[in-house]
């Protein structure tokens, strides 16, 4: 075995979620983990839904990943998606790079650090829900101090030269919108539709989007520059800093109306906001809640933007190893999405996040790994494991 047949095994095991189960990956990863001698346990819940993590957790430093992965249709892609063939010196498949072949590393990293004799100086993590809530995945080992809040390093895919140190904030609305209802053929002189209700809210939702927010730290405001640089080169964008600098939204599920000659009485709709730093949730909130009066807007899902240190040991160790593989300068950025690391941070972990993979295609069709990027990434890890193996 090598860390590409490993990759490609992981691959192979589905693990998509919803729905969740990931006992057969889970125990794949028990299997590797018993085979190197790193003692783990296993928390498990409804619907197959299972975590592993080290034993006896030592709270030096904790290597993490998740091994769901959202699902994929086979249509349109080059490969099964399930299929993890190995071709044109890549893995292919979903989850090859959100975060399977970090998943890969981390194990390979630690198989050859104990190869060499080494005790391992770290604690490990994979859990089963990121891609959903975190609810039964790193919230519950959370909940039930099973780790140590240490230094951490969660192995999800980053440009090769610069980990990532923090990232926005994030704020999920339920809204329910009700209307009056009448004949459809009076409206809008009479009636109240709740379907226009929504698409207010959503044209106000618009105008906050405008807004650009000045974090109010020169430092971090240098690290918004050169992760806007950056996101710009990966995406071809023009304009990739409003996306770290201004709320951006996803009106992501709208339902509602009754038939199309009725005024619609009622309508719901889900709203994903981005939050950047130097924005308030609360006045944010409230500012939304005021210009939605008929409607009941609650709040399923909310977290505050995060960054690590710069100077944190962890972020210190993080650029040196990369600088070290790589042979080219390493600079932190600060991430547009949302990761397990925002539930690490709120529990006093340092975080940093620093994985292989292809960003452009993650979530996507062809989704895939490129062998040098998951080679690299365990080179990465193992210096990693030696810097803490001297503490």
Same mark, same amino acid.
């Given at each position: 075995?090598?860390?590409?047949?490993?990759?490609?095994?992981?691959?192979?095991?589905?693990?998509?979620?919803?729905?969740?189960?990931?006992?057969? @990956?889970?125990?794949?990863?028990?299997?590797?983990?018993?085979?190197?001698?790193?003692?783990?346990?296993?928390?498990?819940?409804?619907? /197959?839904?299972? &975590?592993?993590?080290?034993?006896?957790?030592?709270?030096?430093?904790?290597?993490?990943?998740?091994?769901? !992965? !959202?699902?994929?249709?086979?249509? /349109?892609?080059?490969?099964?998606?399930?299929?993890?063939?190995?071709?044109?010196? $890549?893995?292919?498949?979903?989850? %090859?790079?959100?975060?399977? +072949?970090?998943?890969?590393?981390?194990?390979?990293?630690? =198989? &050859?650090?104990?190869?060499?004799?080494?005790?391992?100086?770290?604690?490990?993590?994979?859990?089963?829900?990121?891609?959903?809530?975190?609810?039964? +995945?790193?919230?519950?080992?959370?909940? $039930?101090?099973?780790?140590? #809040?240490?230094?951490?390093?969660?192995?999800?895919? %980053?440009?090769?030269?610069?980990?990532?140190?923090?990232? $926005?904030?994030?704020?999920?609305?339920?809204?329910?919108?009700?209307?009056?209802? /009448?004949?459809?053929?009076?409206? #809008?002189?009479?009636?109240?539709?709740?379907?226009? *209700?929504?698409?207010?809210?959503?044209?106000?939702? =618009?105008?906050?989007?405008?807004? *650009?927010?000045?974090? /109010?730290?020169?430092?971090?405001?240098?690290?918004?520059?050169?992760?806007?640089?950056?996101?710009? *080169?990966?995406?071809?964008?023009?304009?990739?800093?409003? @996306?770290?600098?201004? @709320?951006?939204?996803?009106?992501? =599920?709208?339902?509602?109306?009754?038939?199309?000659?009725?005024?619609?009485?009622?309508?719901?709709? *889900?709203?994903?906001?981005?939050?950047?730093?130097?924005?308030?949730?609360?006045?944010?909130?409230?500012?939304?809640?005021?210009?939605?009066?008929?409607?009941?807007?609650?709040?399923?899902?909310?977290?505050?933007?995060?960054?690590?240190?710069?100077?944190?040991?962890?972020?210190?160790?993080?650029?040196?190893?990369?600088?070290? !593989?790589?042979?080219?300068?390493?600079?932190?950025? !600060?991430?547009?999405?949302?990761?397990?690391?925002?539930?690490?941070?709120?529990?006093?972990?340092?975080?940093?996040?620093?994985? #292989?993979?292809?960003? $452009?295609?993650?979530?996507?069709?062809?989704?895939?790994?490129?062998?040098?990027?998951?080679?690299?990434?365990?080179?990465?890890?193992?210096?990693?494991?030696?810097?803490?193996?001297?503490?």
């Amino acid at each position: 075995m090598n860390i590409t047949s490993l990759c490609a095994d992981l691959v192979r095991i589905r693990s998509e979620n919803p729905p969740g189960d990931t006992r057969e @990956i889970i125990a794949y990863i028990r299997d590797f983990s018993d085979g190197i001698g790193i003692k783990t346990r296993i928390t498990r819940s409804r619907g /197959g839904r299972q &975590n592993l993590f080290s034993a006896l957790p030592r709270g030096r430093l904790l290597l993490c990943g998740h091994v769901d !992965v !959202v699902p994929a249709l086979s249509h /349109g892609w080059s490969h099964d998606p399930y299929s993890g063939e190995i071709s044109d010196g $890549k893995v292919w498949g979903r989850g %090859t790079t959100d975060m399977k +072949g970090g998943c890969a590393a981390i194990l390979w990293a630690c =198989k &050859n650090f104990i190869d060499s004799g080494r005790e391992l100086p770290a604690d490990l993590a994979f859990v089963c829900d990121e891609e959903t809530s975190g609810t039964r +995945g790193i919230q519950a080992i959370l909940a $039930k101090k099973s780790l140590i #809040p240490c230094d951490t390093l969660i192995a999800e895919p %980053t440009p090769a030269l610069s980990p990532n140190i923090g990232q $926005k904030g994030l704020m999920r609305l339920c809204c329910t919108f009700r209307g009056q209802p /009448g004949h459809g053929s009076l409206y #809008p002189a009479r009636g109240v539709s709740a379907v226009m *209700e929504a698409f207010s809210l959503i044209e106000f939702i =618009k105008t906050l989007h405008q807004r *650009e927010y000045d974090p /109010g730290d020169p430092d971090l405001t240098a690290i918004l520059q050169e992760s806007a640089h950056i996101l710009g *080169e990966i995406f071809a964008m023009d304009d990739a800093r409003t @996306i770290l600098s201004h @709320i951006m939204f996803n009106p992501g =599920k709208i339902t509602g109306g009754e038939k199309a000659n009725i005024v619609a009485q009622q309508c719901s709709l *889900e709203l994903d906001l981005r939050i950047p730093w130097g924005c308030s949730l609360q006045d944010l909130f409230e500012e939304i809640r005021s210009h939605a009066p008929r409607a009941e807007i609650g709040i399923t899902s909310i977290s505050e933007p995060t960054i690590t240190p710069p100077g944190s040991p962890i972020v210190a160790r993080l650029l040196a190893e990369i600088e070290k !593989v790589h042979s080219q300068p390493a600079r932190p950025i !600060v991430q547009w999405a949302a990761s397990d690391a925002r539930y690490l941070r709120r529990e006093g972990f340092l975080v940093a996040e620093y994985g #292989p993979g292809e960003i $452009k295609t993650l979530h996507a069709i062809d989704e895939h790994v490129r062998i040098e990027s998951l080679e690299n990434a365990a080179r990465v890890y193992e210096g990693i494991l030696e810097q803490y193996a001297e503490i």
